[in-house]
T-cell receptor, first 112, second 116 residues
Framework: SQQGEEDPQALSIQEGENATMNCSYKTSINNLQWYRQNSGRGLVHLILIRSNEREKHSGRLRVTLDTSKKSSSLLITASRAADTASYFCATDLVGGSEKLVFGKGTKLTVNP | DTEVTQTPKHLVMGMTNKKSLKCEQHMGHRAMYWYKQKAKKPPELMFVYSYEKLSINESVPSRFSPECPNSSLLNLHLHALQPEDSALYLC???????????????FGPGTRLLVL
């Protein structure tokens, strides 16, 4: 079964608004990563947050991690039409083998 | 150079054909991955190579045969595929942490495969 579950499955906002996506997982992790995928293209890495970190920033992106709740959130501030994409969280499990487990993703649409 | 390249971009094949997908990276990464992605679904891991050796096979049917000729190249040989194998095939690479952690994966643009 999928380790990470994103919420919501789909999100539609206007340009300039903030977008928040959440990811929940079930077992202990080494790190959690967020990726973006434009339609039909490869995935692009956004942020990696380690289990001992609580928050990371990259430009307009802010990622938080709450290991007690086994959840993470991705905030995109001042969204742009170019942010329209699918966003996936991926977890690196403690004691897991050399792989990431991807969640189902959130489809973000930013309307101009 | 943080690019992973994949060829071809598109591939149409019949169920009796043999074809190969190619992936290349020059970032010095020693871990390489094949994923399969169906429309509106997350990527599903197929194979992992670490230091040119197959380390993970996620119970993939034998009609998919991976090969890692050297540290920069990864191939996926296809034979006798089924229509349900039509999907986007993604290659990725990453550094190996040496501590059992997964590092950032860099993805290629994918090969869109259609099996008729």
């Amino acid at each position: 079964s999928q380790q990470g579950e994103e919420d919501p499955q789909a999100l539609s906002i206007q340009e300039g608004e903030n977008a928040t996506m959440n990811c929940s997982y079930k077992t202990s992790i080494n790190n959690l990563q967020w990726y973006r995928q434009n339609s039909g293209r490869g995935l692009v890495h956004l942020i990696l947050i380690r289990s001992n970190e609580r928050e990371k920033h990259s430009g307009r992106l802010r990622v938080t991690l709450d290991t007690s709740k086994k959840s993470s959130s991705l905030l995109i501030t001042a969204s742009r039409a170019a942010d329209t994409a699918s966003y996936f969280c991926a977890t690196d499990l403690v004691g897991g083998s050399e792989k990431l487990v991807f969640g189902k993703g959130t489809k973000l649409t930013v309307n101009p | 150079d943080t690019e992973v390249t994949q060829t071809p971009k598109h591939l149409v094949m019949g169920m009796t054909n043999k074809k190969s997908l190619k992936c290349e990276q020059h970032m010095g990464h020693r871990a390489m991955y094949w994923y399969k992605q169906k429309a509106k679904k997350p990527p599903e891991l197929m194979f992992v190579y670490s230091y040119e050796k197959l380390s993970i096979n996620e119970s993939v049917p034998s009609r998919f045969s991976p090969e890692c000729p050297n540290s920069s190249l990864l191939n996926l040989h296809l034979h006798a595929l089924q229509p349900e194998d039509s999907a986007l095939y993604l290659c990725a690479s990453s550094q190996t942490s040496g501590r059992g952690y997964q590092e950032t994966q860099y993805f290629g643009p994918g090969t869109r495969l259609l099996v008729l």
